[in-house]
């Protein structure tokens, strides 16, 4: 199976700042990831889908990048409704993997 | 509007059973892949199973293998997730999701709390 592995754990920013997330798969997978945000106590949301489209709706200060093994989540001015732990998802095949997930706290 | 609405979540010894139900509403039910996924108190987002749109298809992760069982029906747009032989291990918030047609979820329900203790 594929693993994915987010980095950091958690991050702690000011308002305003830039904030890049980073997702590796142990295997490439082309452009088959997706962004999720979960806010505390909620479920998570679709963020960005094919490593880089943006979801409806979601602001366009959130971006991802990347293909084969190694993505990216940029946020790029950080704001405090941001707060949330954003995950990575692989997906096209079975199992759909996450990753750890990132932790984004406020300074 | 999509809605996904859990339901079936509570307490129950280890060993013993539970059956979570999703029900869906604002959209075609019967062409989507449905996916359970779960989240341990405190941890991240786990994939638990999948069911094709026709039911034909069902795909399990090694965790849960053997002992979950995915179903639907789709004249009553729900989605069942029968668990046997609990363990503590399947202590977790349990969220139905709305497969965009390659196992990627662009709705969540909002979820059911499995607790598993003696």
């Known amino acids: 199976d594929i693993q994915m592995t987010q980095s950091p754990s958690s991050l702690s920013a000011s308002v305003g700042d830039r904030v890049t997330i980073t997702c590796r798969a142990s295997q490439g997978i082309r452009n088959s990831l997706v962004w999720y945000q979960q806010k505390p106590g909620k479920a998570p949301e679709l963020l960005i889908y094919s490593a880089s489209t943006l979801q409806s709706g979601v602001p366009s200060r959130f971006s991802g990048s990347g293909s084969g093994t190694d993505f990216t989540l940029t946020i790029s001015s950080l704001q405090p409704e941001d707060v949330a732990t954003y995950y990575c998802?692989?997906?096209?095949?079975?199992?759909?993997?996450f990753g750890g997930g990132t932790k984004v706290e406020i300074k | 509007q999509v809605q996904l609405v859990e339901s079936g979540g509570g307490m129950a010894q280890p060993g013993r059973s539970l059956r979570l139900s999703c029900a869906a509403s604002g959209f075609t039910f019967r062409n989507y892949g449905m996916h359970w996924v779960r989240q341990a108190p405190g941890k991240g987002l786990e994939w638990v199973a999948l069911?094709?749109?026709?039911?034909?298809?069902?795909y399990y992760a090694d965790s849960v293998k053997g002992r979950f069982t995915i179903s639907r029906d789709n004249s009553e747009n729900t989605m069942y997730l029968q668990m046997n032989s609990l363990k503590v291990d399947d202590t977790a918030v349990y969220y139905c999701?709305?497969?965009?047609?390659?196992?990627?979820?662009?709705?969540w329900g909002q979820g059911t709390l499995v607790t598993v203790s003696s």
């Open positions: 069911i094709s749109s026709d039911a034909t298809n069902k």
């Open positions: 998802q692989k997906y096209n095949s079975v199992p759909p993997t």
């Open positions: 999701a709305k497969d965009v047609g390659d196992y990627h979820y662009d709705f």
